[in-house]
């Protein structure tokens, strides 16, 4: 495995232990397909969980509540993941000053 940024690790070779594997509950399901019922139900929860943010940020009175639900979204998945690799309660504290930055901005 390369570690240049621009560089693809061959995906026939296995990661090396550590390395996030994002796509692994997806292949151990077996749900590759994007119409496979656990995908489907994973998309809509993806979109109710963006609706539920967009409405808040609305409620909240911000100008744009579609581009701060969207970055909320996304900076939610990273918290996930980061969480998940690192200790939580950092992390818990980064989210939290990012949504109120996203919120005043």
Known sequence: MTTG???RH???QPLPAGVPRLR???RRCGVPRPTHRVRVRIAEHRRWFHDALRTAVHDAGHPDPERVARA???LRDGAMMGGYLDDPRPI???LR???ENLLTS
Request: aromatic share 0%; glycine share 0%; net charge neutral.
């Open 5 to 7: 940024a621009t560089e």
């Open 10 to 12: 061959d995906r026939r």
């Open 97 to 99: 000053e990012a949504a």
């Open 72 to 74: 909320l979204a996304i």
């Open 24 to 26: 692994l509950p997806q």
């Open 92 to 94: 818990r504290t980064t």
